[in-house]
């Protein structure tokens, strides 16, 4: 998680935009697998640029599937 931290750093002073978006999708996924989905949801939200977002229960669901992450990569 530190070196998704430092990257994060690095790409928003290069003004890097699509590195800095792959690396907030890394520490969503992240946060996906070890079981905390309301805040990889919440991450996706921020770097969606949309105003949907509603907090909701947790149904201990993942919001990502395998195909979401091959779309981003």
């Known amino acids: 998680m530190k070196k998704?931290?430092?990257n994060l750093v690095k790409y928003?002073?290069?003004k890097d935009d699509a590195s800095f978006r792959?690396?907030?999708?890394e520490i969503a996924r992240e946060f996906d697998e070890s079981g905390d989905y309301q805040?990889?949801?919440y991450i996706m939200y921020l770097i969606s640029n949309t105003n949907t977002f509603v907090p909701q229960m947790s149904e201990k669901e993942s919001v990502?599937?395998?195909n979401t992450f091959k779309l981003l990569s």
């Open 4 to 6: 998704n931290i430092i």
């Open 12 to 14: 928003y002073a290069e």
């Open 22 to 25: 792959n690396e907030v999708y």
């Open 39 to 41: 805040l990889a949801e």
């Open 64 to 66: 990502f599937t395998e």
